[in-house]
């Protein structure tokens, strides 16, 4: 099986971590890029004492600047696969919201994987091989109270992920974008407590009423499953799959 060199935003943690252990049990190498360095380190040291290949790049994904010297930095490991994971969360009515942080989540979460994009796909359209994943969100197809700048962001990324698939037609380059349901994670446990403040429930009436209420399987989505997601788009199986949204939700959207 082929080895790719796989660049993973926001890989110090969570989703952006599972994924990275995933393929780096696969044979890939990984390169963790996060804006909080010694997480970075961290990461890729853990996925290397496991037997793995990696390496950590300190990276805000909304600079352009930065994003230019970690291409730098990467030009004899040429990216093959792009995850677009970084991410944060804001809960607050739009009436309060504070407008840096509206400006925020839609740089991190929006701007960033474009500027990435636009980064790295030179390089994959010159060796005809290229993997786009972005991790959008059940609120990249449905909305949620209190979460204007986050939805906002994650709708806007299918509509990027649909053009750059539509201009990435003449050559193997494919991209798409994981849309799970709740995953138990560091962004979602402080979620919760948020949630719990905003509408004035307990946590574990957060967990039922609010997260779990409008999934027919009543589950947090797994880590692994994403992973596991996010290997299948970078199989031969899935080379005709571009512009494509995969929603992971346990039923929530069959309603
Ligand atoms: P997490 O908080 O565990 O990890 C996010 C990582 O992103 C952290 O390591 C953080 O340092 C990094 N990061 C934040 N801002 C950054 C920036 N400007 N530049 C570079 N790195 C930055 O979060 P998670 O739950 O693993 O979320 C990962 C992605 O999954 C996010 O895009 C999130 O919106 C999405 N998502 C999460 C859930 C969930 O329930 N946890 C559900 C749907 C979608």
């Not at 474009?114 to 091989?129: D, V, W, Y």
């Amino acid at each position: 099986m082929a080895s790719y060199n796989v660049f993973i935003t926001g890989g110090a943690s969570g989703i952006g971590y599972g994924i990275a252990e995933k393929l780096a049990e696969s044979g890939h190498h990984i390169i963790i890029a996060d804006i909080n360095q010694n997480a970075a380190q961290d990461a890729a040291q853990s996925l290397k004492n496991n037997g793995g290949s990696a390496q950590a790049v300190t990276v805000d994904v909304c600079d352009a600047e930065q994003i230019a010297q970690v291409r730098e930095q990467l030009a004899d490991t040429p990216v093959d696969i792009l995850v677009n994971n970084a991410g944060i969360q804001h809960v607050e009515k739009l009436d309060s919201f504070p407008p840096h942080k509206w400006q925020q989540l839609i740089n991190i979460m929006l701007v960033g994987p474009a500027l990435l994009t636009q980064a790295f796909l030179p390089g994959m359209r010159e060796r005809n091989f290229g993997r786009i994943i972005n991790v959008g969100s059940i609120h990249s197809v449905v909305a949620s109270p209190y979460k204007s700048a986050y939805v906002a962001a994650k709708h806007g990324l299918l509509g990027f992920a649909k053009t750059v698939a539509l201009e990435t037609g003449d050559c193997d380059v494919t991209i798409n974008t994981l849309c799970p349901a709740y995953v138990k994670t560091p962004l979602v446990e402080q979620q919760i407590a948020a949630q719990a403040k905003e509408n004035n429930l307990t946590e574990e009436e957060v967990i039922n009423k609010i997260m779990l209420e409008p999934m027919p399987k009543k589950q947090f989505i797994s880590i692994e499953e994403l992973a596991g997601t996010a290997a299948f788009l970078i199989s031969p199986a899935a080379r005709n799959i571009t512009g494509q949204t995969m929603i992971l939700d346990g039923g929530w959207t069959a309603r």
